[in-house]
């Protein structure tokens, strides 16, 4: 089966995504995923050519879809996945 990469905008993690990604790095009590998540976010401040891996994503929407996870984190998280590269069948 072929799959079709089909690239976004030229979307950057920005503001306050940015601050909250570099938070949950930073935090003792952050989990793994969270900052899988944060961190696809943070590398991708200032590249526009950068996009979320398939595992950094799939993090990012476990993140996403934890009631235990933080505002901050769920901020990182959603831009993470707001810069991946969307697939299509």
Do not use: C, F, Y
């Not at 905008?9 to 900052?35: D, F, H, I, P, Y």
């Not at 991708?44 to 934890?66: E, G, I, M």
């Amino acid at each position: 089966m072929k799959r079709e990469v089909i690239m976004g905008k030229n979307k950057v993690t920005r503001g306050k995504a940015a601050s909250n990604a570099s938070k949950a790095l930073r935090s003792q009590e952050t989990g793994n995923k969270t900052k899988t998540a944060a961190g696809s976010a943070l590398s991708q401040t200032h590249a526009p050519k950068k996009s979320t891996s398939s595992a950094a994503a799939s993090a990012a929407s476990k993140v996403l879809r934890d009631r235990r996870t933080s505002k901050e984190s769920k901020s990182a998280a959603g831009s993470a996945l707001a810069q991946r590269n969307k697939t299509k069948k």
